[in-house]
């Protein structure tokens, strides 16, 4: 009774742990590496790291970003429950890594008649599952989408859809994937793909609200949890027309952000790879900056579901898989 008693404590202490304490921590004893490693204490911490930022007066959100993205070749893909998905087109490989505890797991891009057009990460709660989803232009208003589970390591065809893609990104919200995509009858649409019904569908917009816009330099956005549209002034870049969606696939919760709308400022954490052997930094911006920018959690979420990591290169006191250098802020 006892020792259970002290096992509940040493638990409700770790718990309240930033990831890079708990790695320190794991070497302390094996009931503690037990302990952190374990599925249960890992899902606890996720949750806990998310209530955390949510309740935080001190920042807005927490959003993460690929320093150098476009000259480096590689591009961030998404971020989801800590772990981020990154492609190096050249090179055909994807990336999927956990920054903080420098994991990364090298997957392969699938084959595609062309070159990727646009893409995605999220996770599929129904199956406890991480999701990669590609698209590739196959014809005029054509693109064929494959995904990729962790679990299955395989790619498969999830088909076409007859649409041209303006955003190549897919913006994470409420367990679906979003882009802004123009029809065959040149409309400019939302698109979702729901990750758990592998679904493609049309997200509902104020049509009924002439102040109300969506063109082919409108972007999408997370503010507030919310998925959210907006443009850039053609004259200084600056943010404009912030339209929030309040409840999810709701037509009327479209809500327009006053100008003088004040947000909290976000964090945004830097990281570097594949070479950089220095430690980026913690950035403060205003909210519209970033909004691009994928939210992101600390936690201990590795990409190595249902795999066994092998061909390991000690750097430092860090393995990481593949000589690949995740070098993140803490």
């Not at 998905?85 to 997957?107: D, F, Q, W």
């Not at 979702?192 to 917009?205: M, N, T, V």
Request: charged letters at 25%; a positive charge; hydrophobic letters at 35%.
């Amino acid at each position: 009774m006892a020792d259970h008693a002290h096992e509940d404590v040493v638990e409700g202490i770790l718990i309240r742990l930033d990831v890079k304490d708990l790695i320190r921590c794991k070497s302390v004893c094996k009931s503690w590496h037990s302990l952190i490693t374990s599925p249960r204490f890992i899902s606890s911490h996720l949750n806990r790291s998310y209530n955390k930022d949510r309740h935080d007066n001190k920042f807005g959100h927490r959003r993460i970003c690929l320093v150098n993205e476009f000259s480096s070749g590689y591009f961030l893909v998404g971020s989801c429950n800590g772990l981020v998905c990154i492609i190096c087109v050249g090179s055909c490989k994807l990336l999927v890594a956990n920054p903080l505890t420098r994991e990364v797991r090298e997957l392969q891009l699938p084959s595609l008649i062309g070159s990727p057009l646009c893409w995605g990460f999220g996770y599929d709660l129904s199956k406890d599952d991480y999701i990669v989803v590609v698209g590739a232009e196959v014809g005029k208003f054509q693109t064929c989408f494959k995904v990729l589970s962790l679990k299955s390591n395989v790619w498969r065809v999830i088909g076409d859809v007859k649409y041209k893609f303006i955003t190549k990104i897919g913006m994470l919200c409420n367990g679906a994937l979003h882009w802004i995509v123009e029809d065959q009858n040149r409309k400019i649409l939302i698109l979702s793909y729901d990750l758990s019904e592998e679904e493609f569908k049309e997200i509902p917009q104020p049509e009924d609200d002439a102040s109300y816009k969506v063109t082919l330099r409108s972007y999408l956005g997370i503010v507030k949890g919310c998925l959210c549209t907006f443009h850039r002034s053609r004259f200084d870049s600056s943010v404009v027309d912030v339209w929030l969606m309040k409840k999810y696939n709701v037509k009327h919760s479209w809500e327009l952000l006053p100008l003088d709308h004040k947000m909290k400022n976000d964090i945004v954490q830097f990281f570097r790879l594949p070479a950089d052997e220095r430690f980026s930094y913690n950035v403060k911006h205003s909210w519209f900056s970033r909004t691009l920018k994928h939210i992101y959690v600390q936690s201990l979420v590795s990409p190595h579901v249902n795999v066994t990591p092998k061909q390991y290169t000690k750097v430092g006191s860090i393995s990481i898989l593949c000589r690949v250098n995740c070098h993140f802020s803490p």
